[in-house]
């Protein structure tokens, strides 16, 4: 029978959840810049701070071994963090991240942009690795309008869970190459030049041999403007059977893709449960905020939070907009909110490439989701539109636009974000107001589409 005075053994058996991961490291690193000159803590320098020792340290932040939750309550409030039920699980074979010793990681980051400056995104990058790392994904999309984040996103996740690779390759799709030419590259890097055809074929075979990490950004500039999202442009069909490929076939190697648009494999395949997901990419208020106060702006909290919640957290919106404020209003964010105009310059090129890629029928819809300017029902899109759509092709036109990140949903009922809602409203007047003026021409006046003349 042990003594009272014998000091009993600390419990161990909890790791640090995927959520838990991202917000220690979150907290660490503002740490590290407002305390450390920018430099990252060392293993010495975090036993000093926290009070543990280098092998429970090593523990934790390896996830591979339980740890008393006493040490993850210690290392938390080192960075006035609290420990929640969420920052750590049990640890059981389908908790632990399995890190296998992988002493040469082959990495090619091509035009990979510079993300050591990086905010916000917590939950989104514990869950991306979550899907990877735990439930062995094999297909994952980061889907999102223009500007929301979604490259950066795509590279802090590749960055913070490239360990567990023998190959990292990330490829930005911007130009639109041929699936040959991808697969020129793909190929011999993942096989260490021992393959140089490009088939995909080849390409599974890597896929299977190794653990391999691909990252494909830009994928909306192969799918078909003017249709249903989703289509590929002609030539660029590979790309679709690419995807299936990869979604369905066995193997231990996982995609990531970033795109305006959902491709309609990743929609096909995709499922809670199943090896192919796709996360909806919305703004973010800490990120966007960081922005503001990194570009010097003038301003109470409120109108911070008022100028971001005017873009829906779009931090490229934000960007864009923070330096028209500077120059126009010499940062002071209250005289620009007075000015009660939120689509300008860069604002409005960003919004033209998405809306110019819409079908007709989506352009309608986007036309009277911005003259309702509320929450909008489909039977009051349907009584609105004239000529009346069918309305298969009316549902089929909404999901295009979901795929498209273009509108919101709750509840049945459909709305357009802030900067999306005045973009459309201002296309809308242009419109208007060039029918005017042509029909008091002696020329013809161009036809008005009908979902505008009501």
Known sequence: MPSFNQRSKRKRGVILSPLGWQRLQAAQKQSEREANGRQPYTL??????TGLSLNTLTKIRRRQTAVDKRSLLDYFSTFHLTLTPRDYARATAATVVHREPITTIQQDWGEALDVSVFYGRIE???????????????????????????????????????????????????????????????????????????????????????RCLVILDHMETILKAGERAGQYRPGYEGYGELLRLVGETAHQSCFILTSREKPAELATFEGTELSVR??????????????????????????????CASYSCNPLVIKIVATSIQELFDGEIGEFLEQDTAVFNGIQKLLDQQFNRLSSLEQTIMYWLAINRKWTKIS???????????????????????????????????????????????????????????????????????SCSN
């Open 44 to 49: 010495e320098d975090l036993n000093e701070l």
């Open 380 to 450: 009051e899109l349907s009584a609105d539109i004239v000529p009346a759509a069918s309305k298969p092709k009316l549902l089929e036109a909404l999901e295009s636009l979901c795929w498209r990140s273009l509108i919101e949903k709750r509840s049945g009922s459909y709305t357009l974000q802030c900067a999306v809602l005045e973009y459309v409203t201002e296309r809308l007047i242009e419109q208007t107001t060039g029918e005017i003026v042509a029909a008091s021409s002696p020329l013809p006046p161009a036809s008005l589409p009908q």
């Open 124 to 210: 989104e990058l514990a869950t991306l690795e979550t899907w990877i790392q735990v439930d062995r994904c094999r297909l994952v999309g980061v889907l999102g309008m223009g500007g929301i984040g979604k490259t950066a996103l795509s590279i802090k996740l590749a960055e913070q869970i490239q360990e567990q690779f023998e190959y990292v390759i990330w490829r930005t799709l911007r130009n639109a190459p041929p699936l040959e030419t991808l697969l020129r590259e793909l190929v011999p890097f993942l096989s260490q030049q021992q393959e140089t055809e490009a088939k995909m074929g080849h390409l599974l075979q890597c896929l299977r041999d190794s």
């Open 278 to 307: 796709s996360l909806q990419l919305s703004g973010s208020e800490e990120a966007s905020l960081a922005l503001i106060q990194a570009s010097g702006l003038v301003g109470s909290e409120e109108q911070q939070k008022e100028l």
